[in-house]
């Protein structure tokens, strides 16, 4: 299957040190075998991206990375060992975070509240010197605050940063999830589906956002989305998957190109 | 919608309503050509149009109070979040003053009693509503925790004789103690599940307290529990061993108003710091996670929050609460009976949170207050007093479900870059 060029590409990636790979990936439910047989590296400051029809299984890939499920088989090696069924909230600690394909903010705190929030892990959570308002205390509220300011400026949010953001519009719902993920300084940043909703002009703002988040914070992206034009555009390299097994890897030339996936997206040609 | 404005034009509507009414009637009815010996003569009949154009001015005013309003179409607005008022301090400062004088005005002596439960219900809604109001976790056994802190306070009184300040904060952690307790079976559960187990978790307490008669005292509870002392004197009316009582101190003779002024005075002391705390910690970054829970688990775990320990520290500080309400309330009474720790207990410190506001502070105060002095002043209807409550609940469930003052959210001035 292998062909001259991709061994090429294969070979130059080989040069950047692996920030996460996945090794037979099975994730079953009951008799359902929703994911199977899955292998891919993500290299680091590599923007890569999972593509495929409705129900290939790309968001259970993304649970059993992100800890939300563990796999009935297989590992998930990250930073040196395999975190495959460790809780979420452990990994997203070790720099592994995640959006969600239905935004999930928390919708009655203030937008500044939902970048405060994230920053949980890395604050003076100490009750005592709270409530004893600490000069250390202040410093740690304080540094939280231009963080979130900082953010917030990034991704153009600062003018509705006291509102609820239930009521932000989708596309800042959007933006607001990924500064809340940036926040926590991930090394790893899975966007499930960051496009959906997002009328052409906010879908290419988001490719200079995520080009962006890549070059000046130097995190790994991982990617599903099914907006053709924002992943060839993005991605370095693309697993494809349909029916939960995967069906080609390579750059965007490469996969727009295999005859698999061109049946995969638009059906066996009529004999 | 309807203040002054609303009136104003409906006044409006009725007067022109009548304009018209009087150029249609006045020409059509009121206007009359009559053929007359001398010819014709134009007659003004001015009797029917003048009823016609009353009745439609007084219709069309009448008219939206008894035919439902059709607004104009209301464009949901954005929710501007007020800023903090500017006088929030001398609010509270009046506020404070009132509360302090209170006890010395006529109304307020004779209402004593019930103040001082109303302290002791805002205690105990202010602990609970940190479980249900900020952290979304729906707790039908906080009475357990009420007992607790009773219980710990009697029995150390009793066994040891340890005083009301020394037990208190002992009871605050015995209480939040067994919030931990509860809080780790409980981890994985939510909504229904959470409320059932805890339902439950309030009747073991109560029956273990009610059986275990070697060291409760079974259903007849322990009396003879000391007064809490002011400053280090005794409020009643002889001081126990050498010790002064205030009244001594003070000069007067004892009258049993001063003992409950006192204890009043010490509920008060217990509902401010209550409110004080609960305030800041509902600003740090462990309350900024209560709240976070309430709003999306999933979220939390996505960012790193682990929601075990966000759910133990509601738990243990809203337990821990609860245990300083019993503490008085066993002191306050001087006794305590399993009985006074039922299932309804529960409900109403409940009904209390959700009254006032779920995460409202304030509201939770409104609402304790409201609950307890209301049946007071109801006395009346003393029969029908579930009944009215029951009532109260569902109407302001359908019409009010955020509560009677709810929570305004905080606005946050962020740094110039």
């Given at each position: 299957m292998i062909t001259a060029d991709e061994t090429i590409l294969t070979s130059a990636r080989e040069n950047r040190p692996t920030m996460l790979s996945v090794h037979n990936l099975q994730m079953r439910f009951g008799g359902l075998?929703?994911?199977?047989g899955i292998n891919f590296h993500v290299k680091e400051k590599e923007i890569f991206a999972i593509i495929g029809p409705n129900g290939a299984g790309k968001t259970t890939v993304f649970n059993c990375i992100s800890g939300f499920y563990k796999p009935s088989k297989g590992e998930i090696v990250y930073g040196g060992n395999?975190?495959?069924?460790?809780p979420s909230h452990k990994l997203a600690r070790k720099g592994i975070v995640r959006t969600f394909q239905n935004v999930r903010l928390?919708?009655?705190?203030?937008v500044v509240e939902n970048l405060l929030v994230a920053q949980h892990a890395q604050l003076n959570t100490n009750l005592l010197s709270g409530l004893f308002n600490t000069s250390r205390y202040r410093v740690s509220e304080q540094a939280a605050l231009s963080r979130a300011t900082f953010w917030l400026n990034k991704v153009r949010l600062r003018d509705v940063a006291?509102?609820?953001?239930?009521?932000?519009s989708y596309g800042q719902q959007r933006r607001l999830e990924i500064a809340r993920c940036m926040i926590t300084h991930p090394k790893l940043l899975l966007l499930d589906e960051?496009?959906?909703?997002?009328?052409p002009q906010e879908t290419v703002a988001l490719d200079v956002l995520i080009r962006d988040l890549r070059e000046t914070c130097g995190v790994t992206i991982l990617l599903i989305e099914h907006d053709m034009r924002l992943v060839m555009e993005i991605s370095d390299c693309i697993l494809v998957m349909e029916y939960g097994q995967p069906i080609a890897e390579g750059t965007p030339e490469e996969v727009k190109n295999n005859p698999r996936v061109i049946q995969a997206y638009l059906g066996a040609a009529d004999e | 919608m309807r203040g002054e404005t609303g009136m104003h034009v409906v006044v409006k509507d009725a007067v022109i309503a009548a304009l018209v009414t009087a150029l249609l009637t006045?020409?059509?009815?009121g206007l009359r050509l009559n053929v007359e010996s001398t010819g014709l003569v134009l007659r003004t009949e001015m009797f029917w149009p003048l009823t016609a154009i009353l009745v439609v001015f007084f219709g069309r005013l009448i008219l939206p109070f008894i035919r439902r309003p059709t607004l104009?179409?209301?464009?949901?607005?954005e929710k501007i979040i007020p800023k903090?008022?500017?006088y929030r301090k001398v609010w509270l400062g009046a506020l404070l003053v009132f509360a302090v004088t209170l006890p010395f005005t006529p109304p307020g002596g004779s209402m004593l009693t019930g103040l001082t439960m109303a302290m002791i219900y805002m205690l105990l809604a202010l602990g609970l509503n940190i479980v249900v109001?900020?952290?979304g976790l729906l707790d039908l056994g906080h009475a357990a925790f009420y007992a607790i802190g009773a219980y710990t306070y009697a029995l150390l009184n009793q066994y040891?004789?340890?005083s009301f300040w020394q037990a208190l904060p002992l009871a605050g952690i015995a209480a939040g103690f067994f919030g931990i307790v509860l809080g780790f079976p409980v981890l994985r559960l939510r909504g229904d599940y959470l409320a059932i187990v805890t339902l439950g978790f309030g009747e073991i307490v109560r029956l273990l307290l009610n059986n275990w008669d070697s060291l409760t005292?079974?259903?007849?509870g322990i009396t003879n529990i000391s007064k809490p002392t002011l400053f280090g004197w005794e409020i009643t009316r002889r001081a126990r061993g050498e010790g002064e009582t205030l009244w001594q101190f003070l000069g007067v003779d004892f009258v049993n108003t001063y003992q409950l002024i006192a204890l009043y005075f010490i509920g008060l002391l217990l509902v401010v710091v209550a409110v004080i705390v609960i305030d800041r910690l509902s600003k740090m970054p462990v309350g900024r996670a209560w709240e976070a829970l309430r709003e999306d688990e999933i979220a939390c775990r996505s960012l790193g929050l682990s929601p075990t320990m966000i759910k133990l520290t509601a738990f243990s500080l809203g337990s821990m609460f609860a245990g300083f309400a019993g503490a008085f309330y066993a002191a306050y009474l001087g006794s305590v009976t399993?009985?006074?720790?039922?299932f309804i207990e529960s409900a109403i410190i409940l009904s209390i949170v959700v009254l006032g506001g779920m995460g409202s502070q304030r509201g939770v105060l409104l609402a304790a207050l409201t609950l307890t002095l209301l049946p007071e002043f109801a006395r009346d209807f003393a029969e029908y007093r579930m009944l009215i409550f029951g009532l109260v609940m569902v109407l302001m469930m359908i019409w009010?479900?955020?509560?009677?003052w709810p929570a305004s959210r905080r606005r946050v001035e962020l740094p110039t870059s």
């Amino acid at each position: 299957m292998i062909t001259a060029d991709e061994t090429i590409l294969t070979s130059a990636r080989e040069n950047r040190p692996t920030m996460l790979s996945v090794h037979n990936l099975q994730m079953r439910f009951g008799g359902l075998s929703a994911v199977d047989g899955i292998n891919f590296h993500v290299k680091e400051k590599e923007i890569f991206a999972i593509i495929g029809p409705n129900g290939a299984g790309k968001t259970t890939v993304f649970n059993c990375i992100s800890g939300f499920y563990k796999p009935s088989k297989g590992e998930i090696v990250y930073g040196g060992n395999d975190i495959a069924g460790q809780p979420s909230h452990k990994l997203a600690r070790k720099g592994i975070v995640r959006t969600f394909q239905n935004v999930r903010l928390f919708r009655n705190m203030t937008v500044v509240e939902n970048l405060l929030v994230a920053q949980h892990a890395q604050l003076n959570t100490n009750l005592l010197s709270g409530l004893f308002n600490t000069s250390r205390y202040r410093v740690s509220e304080q540094a939280a605050l231009s963080r979130a300011t900082f953010w917030l400026n990034k991704v153009r949010l600062r003018d509705v940063a006291n509102r609820e953001a239930g009521n932000l519009s989708y596309g800042q719902q959007r933006r607001l999830e990924i500064a809340r993920c940036m926040i926590t300084h991930p090394k790893l940043l899975l966007l499930d589906e960051p496009a959906a909703g997002l009328n052409p002009q906010e879908t290419v703002a988001l490719d200079v956002l995520i080009r962006d988040l890549r070059e000046t914070c130097g995190v790994t992206i991982l990617l599903i989305e099914h907006d053709m034009r924002l992943v060839m555009e993005i991605s370095d390299c693309i697993l494809v998957m349909e029916y939960g097994q995967p069906i080609a890897e390579g750059t965007p030339e490469e996969v727009k190109n295999n005859p698999r996936v061109i049946q995969a997206y638009l059906g066996a040609a009529d004999e | 919608m309807r203040g002054e404005t609303g009136m104003h034009v409906v006044v409006k509507d009725a007067v022109i309503a009548a304009l018209v009414t009087a150029l249609l009637t006045i020409p059509l009815i009121g206007l009359r050509l009559n053929v007359e010996s001398t010819g014709l003569v134009l007659r003004t009949e001015m009797f029917w149009p003048l009823t016609a154009i009353l009745v439609v001015f007084f219709g069309r005013l009448i008219l939206p109070f008894i035919r439902r309003p059709t607004l104009p179409v209301k464009i949901p607005t954005e929710k501007i979040i007020p800023k903090i008022a500017e006088y929030r301090k001398v609010w509270l400062g009046a506020l404070l003053v009132f509360a302090v004088t209170l006890p010395f005005t006529p109304p307020g002596g004779s209402m004593l009693t019930g103040l001082t439960m109303a302290m002791i219900y805002m205690l105990l809604a202010l602990g609970l509503n940190i479980v249900v109001g900020y952290a979304g976790l729906l707790d039908l056994g906080h009475a357990a925790f009420y007992a607790i802190g009773a219980y710990t306070y009697a029995l150390l009184n009793q066994y040891y004789g340890l005083s009301f300040w020394q037990a208190l904060p002992l009871a605050g952690i015995a209480a939040g103690f067994f919030g931990i307790v509860l809080g780790f079976p409980v981890l994985r559960l939510r909504g229904d599940y959470l409320a059932i187990v805890t339902l439950g978790f309030g009747e073991i307490v109560r029956l273990l307290l009610n059986n275990w008669d070697s060291l409760t005292g079974g259903p007849d509870g322990i009396t003879n529990i000391s007064k809490p002392t002011l400053f280090g004197w005794e409020i009643t009316r002889r001081a126990r061993g050498e010790g002064e009582t205030l009244w001594q101190f003070l000069g007067v003779d004892f009258v049993n108003t001063y003992q409950l002024i006192a204890l009043y005075f010490i509920g008060l002391l217990l509902v401010v710091v209550a409110v004080i705390v609960i305030d800041r910690l509902s600003k740090m970054p462990v309350g900024r996670a209560w709240e976070a829970l309430r709003e999306d688990e999933i979220a939390c775990r996505s960012l790193g929050l682990s929601p075990t320990m966000i759910k133990l520290t509601a738990f243990s500080l809203g337990s821990m609460f609860a245990g300083f309400a019993g503490a008085f309330y066993a002191a306050y009474l001087g006794s305590v009976t399993p009985d006074s720790f039922a299932f309804i207990e529960s409900a109403i410190i409940l009904s209390i949170v959700v009254l006032g506001g779920m995460g409202s502070q304030r509201g939770v105060l409104l609402a304790a207050l409201t609950l307890t002095l209301l049946p007071e002043f109801a006395r009346d209807f003393a029969e029908y007093r579930m009944l009215i409550f029951g009532l109260v609940m569902v109407l302001m469930m359908i019409w009010r479900p955020q509560g009677l003052w709810p929570a305004s959210r905080r606005r946050v001035e962020l740094p110039t870059s």
